[in-house]
């Protein structure tokens, strides 16, 4: 299995690149996941470096591995760190970029704020107490938003829990990133459920107000292209890729 996520030095000037392409795990599993402990060791691999560049392109996964990639980054030495946002992130992933203080968009890019959700068996103590933790986790995101944006936690609140989705120029006037680039040129498309981006596949059916026509609206003059859903009819490498990523996804779990 490819690994999306690479953390690269460029000698002159002393800058690291951070690339976290793909999902967020605790642990490896399929061996493409996105995890804390890797990317702890990479990032110590720098050495000192004085501007750290971090990429994303992800629609999130595990809510605890999120927050420690954050924190890794928050507390990096570099004296400047820098957030782009490249095509989506989204859930969990959204949260890395207020560990910088610089976050840039391009103008075909999206981000997207939601409550944390995950799956528990067990009695009515057990599902009781998996909510109390969910409302924490709730309030550590919004701690991060808060203090990246300015807005009110009422109103972060509000937006995580109706699912927003922002273009880049939504998320510039709210706070959330701080520059608008130029489009990037990336090839993406939108495939049944799956927003993909180059090698990486994003599974859109976990999130409940994603449009693909938000894509088209933020990225004119040329779209990115949308395949209509339909069942093919005899089995293809794709579908088998497709079915993959989405049994993938569900064990996964996280936000």
């Not at 953390?7 to 642990?27: P, T």
């Not at 804390?36 to 990032?43: A, G, K, N, V, Y």
């Not at 273009?167 to 993909?196: H, P, R």
Request: charged letters at 25%; glycine letters at 8%.
């Amino acid at each position: 299995m490819k690994n999306y996520w690479e953390v690269k030095a460029k000698v002159k000037g002393k800058v690291g690149e951070l690339m976290l392409y793909g999902d967020i795990s605790s642990a490896q599993m399929w061996g493409d996941e996105i995890t804390p402990l890797q990317i702890d060791s990479e990032l110590k691999a720098l050495g000192d470096i004085n501007t750290l560049n971090v990429h994303i392109c992800s629609g999130g996964g595990s809510v605890p591995a999120g927050q420690a990639i954050y924190s890794l980054i928050k507390r990096h030495g570099a004296t400047e760190k820098v957030a782009y946002i490249d095509g989506l992130a989204a859930s969990i992933s959204s949260l890395i970029p207020c560990a910088c203080h610089k976050t840039i968009m391009p103008s075909n890019a999206m981000t997207m704020w939601h409550k944390p959700w995950g799956g528990i068996s067990g009695n009515a103590d057990a599902m009781r107490q998996r909510a109390d933790v969910m409302d924490k986790f709730e309030e550590t995101i919004i701690n991060a938003y808060e203090e990246k944006t300015g807005m009110s936690r009422e109103k972060i609140a509000e937006m995580m829990a109706v699912e927003t989705w922002m273009t880049a120029k939504e998320a510039l006037a709210c706070g959330f990133i701080d520059e608008i680039e130029e489009e990037m040129k990336v090839a993406a498309s939108i495939n049944g459920d799956f927003l993909n981006y180059g090698d990486v596949k994003i599974d859109t059916s976990k999130f409940k107000n994603f449009n693909p026509e938000m894509y088209r609206e933020a990225s004119p003059p040329e779209p990115v292209a949308i395949v209509p859903k339909e069942e093919p009819k005899t089995p293809n490498l794709s579908a088998q890729n497709s079915e993959f990523h989405k049994l993938k996804l569900k064990l996964l779990g996280g936000i």
